[in-house]
């Protein structure tokens, strides 16, 4: 089938066909980032357990889809409790990560947050439209972009902890403090893989 960019030669789309090949490629690259993570983890005396294989994988009682579900349930109340503040709870964590001196950069806060560098500058880009931080070049390193909030940053980020709270603990409350320690840390395991 022809897509009308090519000539569709012997009924095949190139386009088609290249971009089959470039899905192929990803998923190999993909599969061969798992395995080397794999590795990395048997290699530390972590003995790797296989809680899922292609027979007994469903979709809904995977641990992705429960974690998929829960950070959009949780980010679309949060950005809804966000907004008499002007902003969302993406923005939030770069908001607080400077008010609380956890990162300067645009680079130390995607690595804190676990931001790609696009999303990155798109929120950053907005964050400083509604002129809530500033960006500023590096006098040591041309290269370094520096993040400071303004004033109006300062307030905003400071109004946060008495909004989020309330946010996470009406997803907490059937949680005892036992189960929510436990939880906290499964999360952790999962994340850092250790």
């Known amino acids: 089938m ?8 012997h009924g095949v ?22 395995i080397a993570r794999l590795d990395r983890l048997d290699a530390k005396g972590v003995s790797a357990v296989n809680h899922y294989t292609k027979d007994n994988f469903q979709l809904t009682q995977s641990i992705g889809f429960h974690l998929n579900k829960a950070r959009n349930s949780l980010l679309l109340e949060m950005d809804s409790a966000l907004r008499p503040l002007d902003i969302n ?6 908001l607080l990560s400077l008010n609380r001196g956890m990162a300067t950069t645009p680079f130390e806060i995607s690595k804190l947050l676990g931001i790609d560098s ?8 907005k964050l400083e439209e509604k002129r809530l931080l500033e960006r500023s070049r590096s006098i040591d390193d041309r290269r370094v972009v520096n993040l400071i909030l303004t004033e109006k940053g300062k307030a905003v980020a400071t109004q946060i902890p008495d909004i989020a709270p309330e946010v996470l603990n009406h997803h907490l409350k059937g949680f005892s403090e036992e189960e929510f320690e436990e939880f906290r840390r499964l999360l952790q395991k999962f994340v850092t893989g250790n």
């Open 13 to 34: 789309c190139a386009h088609a066909t290249e971009g089959n090949e470039q899905t192929a490629i990803s998923a190999a690259l993909t599969r061969r980032r798992v």
């Open 89 to 94: 709870g993406q923005q939030m964590g770069i």
């Open 118 to 125: 696009g999303l990155m500058t798109r929120m950053l880009d």
């Open 2 to 9: 022809a897509c009308g960019t090519c000539s569709g030669a």
